[in-house]
Nanobody
């Protein structure tokens, strides 16, 4: 199973980015697709979840600014980020929960700076 994130980059405060995660490999039962992020010197934190039942949730710190979408059936998850702030700077990771395992991508860097 391989997860590949893309879409990161440098953006000015107030700008937008869309992250994509494409998952390949054999997974029988995907329970959820998730985004996490890790800022320098900080713990990795949960950002958003998309479940196989179609429900979604985002962390309070990004509510109203970030939207998760995609499909566990198609093994693709997106994270639309808007009104970005310098504190959103981090490496963003995609994670799949499937078949009793967690699978992680390598991450994509998002830097919010003027």
């Amino acid at each position: 199973v391989q997860l590949v994130e893309s879409g990161g980059g440098l953006v000015q405060p107030g700008g937008s980015l869309r992250l994509s995660c494409v998952i390949s490999g054999s997974m029988i039962s995907v329970k959820s697709l998730n985004w996490f992020r890790q800022a320098p010197g900080k713990e990795r934190e949960w950002v958003a979840t998309l479940t196989s039942e179609g429900s979604s949730a985002v962390a309070d710190s990004v509510k109203g600014r970030f939207t998760i979408s995609g499909s566990t059936a198609e093994n693709t998850v997106l994270l639309q980020m808007s009104s970005l702030k310098p504190e959103d700077t981090a490496v963003y990771y995609c994670r799949s929960r499937a078949d009793g395992y967690f699978y992680w991508g390598q991450g994509t860097q998002v830097t919010v700076s003027s």
